[in-house]
C-alpha cells in the first residue's frame, strides 16, 4: 500500500517540479530553490519504490501480482534482482528511476550553463508521463485487485511466483537492460536542451552544452544494443546477433537518429550552420524513443514479433500515445515559432567541404533510421488499411542497406579528406588519390581471400575506404592528442563491424545434422560426435535442463561443445528452449545449434484391440488377450504421485488360461503433446519374459475399439538403455568476432569524445560561471573558442 | 545545394521506402494443402511461416465440439483451426466467408492456429 502511494507521490512530485522549473525559468528565483527540492524528493520517492520492489522480490511477496508473475523462490539472488525489470511494470519504473537518477546529476550541470529552468521543466514533463504509466502499470498492485473480476479475494495469497522465463536464466539478463535503459533515459537529455535552447533563444550554445550528453546517450545506447546482439547469439541460440525483430530495431532507431545528431551538432560547432536541423534531430531522437516504446509496448504488434510486451491495456495504450503525441507537439511547435529566428546565419555550403560531407552522411544515417522504421512500423500501417498485419521480410532491411551503407562510408571517407570550409582542389585529388589506391589493394586482398558476391564487394571497398583514411587521421592525431582520436575510432569500429557483417552473413556455412548418441557423423568438413547428457541447474522444478556433450573434430584438432536443449512447465512444455554450443576462434566460430531430440525405441511395440488376442513375439506359445482396462479411480496413485492405469490380460500358455487375470501398469503424465507412459514392468506368469504397457488409445464412443501399445523383454537382463538422436543446427560463422571487436571500438572511440567534449563544455562553464551578465557569456565562450586547439571544434 | 538535395532525398525516400517495404512485406493467399507445405520446408530453427487463408467456416468452436472451428479453403479441403486472436466485431458463425493469418501446426492431426481474422 505504501508503495502504491509512494507511485501517486512521484507522479504529483512530477508535474509540482515541471511547473516550478517552467516558473523558474521566467526568472521566478523561489520557484526555482522549491522545484531542486522537489525534484530530489522524487528521485528519493523511485529510490523507495525500487527499493520496496526488490524488497518485495527477494522476500517472496507473492501478495503483489508482479512478483508472482515474475520471480519465484528458487531463483538465484541474481535473477531474481533482474525479476526487478522483466515485466513491462518493472521495466516502466527502471526507465523512470534512471531518467530521475540521471536528473539529478542534470540539473547541477544545466544550472551552471543557466540552463536549468527551462531544461528540468521539460525533463520533469517527461516524468510525468512516466508516472502516469507507473499508476497505470503499477508494479505493486496486488493479485487480489489484478484478478479481483475473478473473484479473487483480498485474503488469497499465492502458493508460489511462476517465475522468470528459463531464456532470461543467464548473467546477460542483469546487464543489458540496464545498459540499454540506461541509453533510453539519457536519449532525453540532448532534447531538453535543445527545447530550452529554442526558451530562451540561444541557438548555438546549447550544442555546446548538449554535445557531451548526445555523445555519451549514443554510447552507452549502441553499447546495449550490441550486449543485446551478444546474448542473442550466445546464450539464445537464435543462431545470429541481429534478427531485425521490432524489439531490437526500435533501440535502432534512435540511435541511428542520435548519430546523425552527433554529426550534425559537428558541423554547427564549427560551422554555425544546420541550426534547425539539430533542433529537429534532437526532437526526433527523442520522439523516436517514445515512438519506438510505443510500437513494443502497446501491443500494437501484435504478434508480428518475437519479443514484444502484451498488450498493456487501453489506459497504458492511450498514455503511451499522449506521451509521444505531446513531445512531438512540443518539439514542432518551439522548432515553428522559433523558426525565423534560427535563419539569421543560416548559409550554405559548398561540396567540396567536410561540413557538406558530414550533412550528407547525417541525411544517409537519417534515410537508414526512416526505412527502419517504415519497416518497423509496416504491420501497423496495414492494419491501418484494413490488411493482414504483416512484418515485412528481414531481407528488406538487409537489402536497403546494401545500398546505404557503402554510401556512409564513401561519404565518411570523403568528409575527412576535405578540410573546413574549404579544400583546394588540388589537395582533394592528392588525398583521394592514395586512399583510392590503398582500397584498391585492401579490396583486392579481400576478394582473394574468398569474398566474391559483388554486393560483399561493394560494401568491403566502401568499408576499406573508410577504414583507410580513418586509419590515416588516427596516425597522424595519436602523437598529436589522444582527446581527438574519437571519431576515427568509432568510424574504424564501424569498419570492422561491417566487415564482420560481410563475413560472417555473406559466408557463414550452415548444415543440419541428425547425430545418434555415440556415433561419428561426418558434416561438413568435420567429425560431430554427441556422447552423451549431463542434467545441470537441478534446483529449478519446473524443468529437466539437459546439457548435450558435442564433441566437433577436424583432423587431430577436437573441442566439445555443450549445447543445451530442455522443456520447462513455463510455457507448458510447449516448446523446447534452447542454448548453443560454441567453440569461439579467432578465425571462426563452431556453433551448435540444437534443434531436437529423440529417444530410439529399444522394444518393438504390439498394439492390441480390446478383446482381441496376441502371439508373444519372443514366445509364440503364449497367448495374450486384452480383456479391458482399469479406471486410473480405481487405482492407487504411483509413489510418485503419478496417475496409474492398467491392462487387464488374460495370459493361455500352450492353450491353458492361466487362473487369474494378469494385471499389467502403466504411469501416466500429461504433456504438451498428449500423455505419456511409464511402464511398471510386470513378469508373465510361469516365464522368463515381461510385459510393459506403453500406450492407451481410449476410444469413448466405442470402448471395443480401444487399444492399448504393450512391449516385452527378458526379465533375466538388465534394461537397455535407449540411445538418444540429437538434431542440430551446425555452422561455421567466419571473423564474427569482428562485430564484437568493431562495437567495442565504436563505443570506445565515443567514450574519447565524451571525455574531449565534456572537457570543453566545463571550460566553458568555467567562463560563464565568472562572467555576471549572462549576456556577456556569448563573448567570453567566443574568446576561449579561440584559445582551442586549430583542429578541434 | 545541401538543401535542395536533402529536401530532394527525403522526398523521395518515404514513397520508395514504402513501396520496397510493400514488396516484403505482403502475404499471399493460400490453400491450407499450401500453407501446410510451405511449414514443411521450412528450417527447424524457425516457426512455421505465417499464411493467410481464405476460409468458408463449416462448424464453429463450440459445433464441432472439439474447441476448433471447422473451415472449408477455397479448394474446397476441409481442416481444423484454432482461432487464438482479439474477437472478431462480426461473429464467426457457419457459413461466414472470412480471411485467417496464422500458421499450420503439423502432425498425425494438422491444424490451422490462427492469430488475425480479416473480411
Known sequence: ?793 | MLRLIIVSAAVVVVPIGIYVASKYGTMEEVTFERARVTAASSTESEQAPKALIPVTIILTAEQSGTGMIVAKDSEGKEFNLSFTGSEPTKPLLSGTSVRFVGHVHDGPNPYFHATQVYE
Request: with cysteine.
Open chain 1, 1 to 793: 500500500m505504501i508503495a502504491q502511494i509512494l507511485i501517486h507521490m512521484f507522479l504529483g512530485c512530477a508535474v509540482s517540479s515541471t511547473v516550478l522549473y517552467a516558473m523558474g525559468s521566467r526568472g521566478n528565483a523561489n520557484a526555482l530553490k522549491v522545484a531542486r527540492g522537489i525534484f530530489s524528493a522524487l528521485a528519493l520517492i523511485l529510490l523507495a519504490s525500487s527499493t520496496i520492489l526488490i524488497t518485495l522480490i527477494l522476500s517472496h511477496d507473492f501478495r503483489y501480482t508482479y512478483v508472482q508473475s515474475y520471480s519465484s523462490a528458487d531463483l538465484p539472488t541474481h535473477l531474481l534482482i533482474a525479476s526487478f525489470y522483466s515485466g513491462q511494470e518493472g521495466s516502466f519504473l527502471l526507465w523512470t528511476l534512471l531518467v530521475a537518477g540521471i536528473g539529478v546529476i542534470l540539473a547541477p550541470y544545466a544550472r551552471r550553463f543557466g540552463y536549468e529552468g527551462a531544461a528540468m521543466s521539460f525533463y520533469s514533463l517527461i516524468l510525468v508521463f512516466l508516472g502516469l504509466l507507473l499508476v497505470a502499470k503499477n508494479p505493486f498492485a496486488y493479485v487480489w485487485q489484478t484478478y479481483a473480476a475473478d473473484g479473487i479475494q483480498e485474503t488469497f495469497v499465492p502458493e508460489k511466483g511462476r517465475g522468470l522465463n528459463p531464456l532470461l536464466h543467464n548473467a546477460w539478463i542483469t546487464i543489458h537492460p540496464p545498459i540499454l535503459f540506461t541509453g533510453f533515459a539519457s536519449m532525453s537529455v540532448s532534447f531538453v536542451f535543445a527545447m530550452a535552447g529554442l526558451v530562451k533563444r540561444e541557438y548555438h550554445r546549447w550544442i555546446d552544452v548538449a554535445l557531451p550528453w548526445t555523445l555519451a546517450a549514443t554510447g552507452i545506447l549502441g553499447f546495449g544494443i550490441m550486449l543485446g546482439g551478444f546474448w542473442a547469439y550466445e546464450t539464445l541460440g537464435w543462431g545470429g546477433f541481429w534478427g531485425w525483430d521490432p524489439v531490437e530495431n526500435s533501440s535502432l532507431i534512435p540511435w541511428l537518429v542520435s548519430v546523425a545528431l552527433v554529426h550534425t551538432m559537428l558541423v554547427q560547432k564549427r560551422t554555425r550552420g544546420l541550426v534547425k536541423t539539430n533542433m529537429v534531430l534532437a526532437v526526433a531522437a527523442f520522439v523516436m524513443v517514445l515512438y519506438s516504446t510505443f510500437l513494443t509496448r502497446s501491443g500494437v504488434l501484435g504478434d508480428t514479433s518475437v519479443h514484444s510486451f502484451v498488450d498493456p491495456g487501453k489506459f497504458a495504450f492511450w498514455i503511451l500515445l499522449a506521451f509521444m503525441v505531446t513531445f512531438v507537439a512540443i518539439g514542432v511547435y518551439l522548432v515553428v515559432i522559433r523558426s525565423r529566428d534560427m535563419n539569421i546565419a543560416r548559409e550554405d555550403f559548398t561540396p567540396t567541404t567536410r561540413e557538406f560531407m558530414l550533412a550528407i552522411g547525417s541525411a544517409l544515417i537519417m534515410a537508414s533510421a526512416v526505412l527502419v522504421t517504415i519497416g518497423t512500423s509496416w504491420p501497423v500501417l496495414l492494419e491501418i488499411i484494413g490488411q493482414p498485419k504483416v512484418a515485412v521480410a528481414t531481407t528488406f532491411y538487409d537489402n536497403v542497406h546494401l545500398i546505404l551503407v557503402p554510401l556512409v562510408f564513401v561519404v565518411n571517407g570523403l568528409s575527412l579528406l576535405l578540410q573546413w570550409r574549404s579544400s583546394p582542389l588540388a589537395v582533394i585529388r592528392r588525398r583521394l588519390a592514395v586512399a583510392a589506391v590503398a582500397t584498391a589493394a585492401c579490396t583486392a586482398v579481400t576478394v582473394v581471400l574468398g569474398v566474391h558476391k559483388p554486393e560483399m564487394i561493394v560494401l568491403a571497398a566502401a568499408a576499406w575506404f573508410s577504414l583507410v583514411i580513418n586509419a590515416q587521421h588516427m596516425w597522424s592525431f595519436i602523437t598529436k592528442s589522444a582527446a581527438m582520436l574519437g571519431a576515427y575510432v568509432s568510424h574504424l569500429g564501424f569498419a570492422l563491424l561491417m566487415f564482420g557483417v560481410i563475413a560472417t552473413s555473406g559466408y557463414t556455412v550452415v548444415h543440419h545434422a541428425v547425430l545418434p548418441q555415440g556415433v561419428p557423423t561426418a558434416v561438413g568438413d568435420y567429425t560431430l560426435t554427441f556422447a552423451g547428457k549431463e542434467q545441470v541447474e537441478k534446483q529449478f522444478r519446473d524443468r529437466e535442463k539437459f546439457r548435450y556433450a558435442v564433441s566437433i573434430a577436424r583432423g587431430s584438432d577436437s573441442t566439445t561443445v555443450f549445447p543445451v536443449l530442455y522443456y520447462s512447465d513455463f510455457n507448458q512444455r510447449q516448446s523446447a528452449f534452447l542454448e548453443p554450443g560454441i567453440r569461439w576462434g579467432m578465425i571462426r566460430d563452431l556453433y551448435i545449434s540444437p534443434k531436437a531430440t529423440e529417444m530410439e525405441d529399444v522394444y518393438k511395440k504390439t498394439t492390441v484391440q480390446r478383446g482381441a488376442s496376441i502371439k508373444m513375439p519372443f514366445d509364440t506359445t503364449i497367448t495374450l488377450q486384452l480383456e479391458r482396462f482399469s479406471m486410473p479411480t480405481t487405482e492407487e496413485p504411483a509413489p510418485d504421485g503419478r496417475m496409474r492405469m492398467s491392462a487387464l490380460v488374460q495370459v493361455e500358455s500352450f492353450g491353458v488360461r492361466a487362473d487369474s487375470i494378469l494385471r499389467v501398469p502403466t504411469r501416466i503424465s500429461q504433456t504438451s503433446t498428449g500423455m505419456a507412459f511409464d511402464p511398471e514392468w510386470t513378469a508373465i506368469p510361469g516365464t522368463q519374459w515381461g510385459i510393459g504397457l506403453v500406450k492407451i488409445v481410449r476410444d469413448n464412443e466405442n470402448v471395443d475399439q480401444s487399444t492399448a501399445d504393450f512391449v516385452f523383454r527378458d526379465m533375466g537382463k538388465p534394461l537397455p538403455t535407449p540411445k538418444e538422436t540429437f538434431t542440430v543446427e551446425f555452422s561455421e560463422k567466419p571473423l564474427i568476432g569482428l562485430v564484437w571487436i568493431g562495437v567495442v571500438t565504436m563505443v570506445a572511440g565515443f567514450a574519447f569524445s565524451i571525455a574531449r567534449y565534456a572537457r570543453q563544455a566545463a571550460q566553458r562553464s568555467t567562463l560563464l560561471v565568472s562572467t555576471e551578465s549572462p549576456h556577456s557569456g556569448q563573448q567570453t565562450i567566443k574568446a576561449n573558442t579561440a584559445n582551442l586547439h586549430p583542429n578541434e571544434s
